[in-house]
């Protein structure tokens, strides 16, 4: 069982730069492959990137690529996610979630079992 808690949320100006943490529980989390996913308002919850257990596989949307980057501290129970040259349309509900290790297709969002409760993000024009 794997309990996640998101924070670092908040309003930021376009351009600007947010640093997203998850911090979860669980003796497997070392082993869990780790993603963080987001809904904007009207829209389905959509894949932003995602890490394997060991950390040496990482797997990013396109619209993200370049700008955000995730990483995970596995003594710290902690996963990132740095945002940086944010834009309007990166608004949006942001959720870290946890699947079983060995997860190939990082994207998926089908293959996470649990979910935290989620962090706004809001970013202003």
């Known amino acids: 069982q794997v309990q996640l808690v998101e924070s670092g949320g908040g309003l930021v100006q376009a351009g600007g730069s947010l640093r997203l943490s998850c911090a979860a529980s669980?003796?497997?989390?070392?082993?869990?492959?780790m993603g963080w996913f987001r809904q904007r308002s009207g829209m389905q919850r959509e894949f932003v990137a995602a890490?394997?257990?060991?950390?040496?596989?990482?797997r990013y949307a396109d619209s993200v690529e370049g700008r955000f980057t995730i990483s995970r501290v596995n003594a710290k129970n902690t996963v990132y996610l740095q945002m940086n040259s944010l834009k309007p349309e990166d608004t949006a509900l942001y959720y870290c979630a946890a699947a079983p290790s060995g997860l190939v297709r990082l994207w998926d969002l089908s293959a996470y079992g649990y979910w935290g409760q989620g962090t706004q993000v809001t970013v202003s024009s």
């Open positions: 669980g003796r497997t989390f070392s082993h869990a492959a």
């Open positions: 890490i394997n257990g060991s950390g040496d596989r990482l």
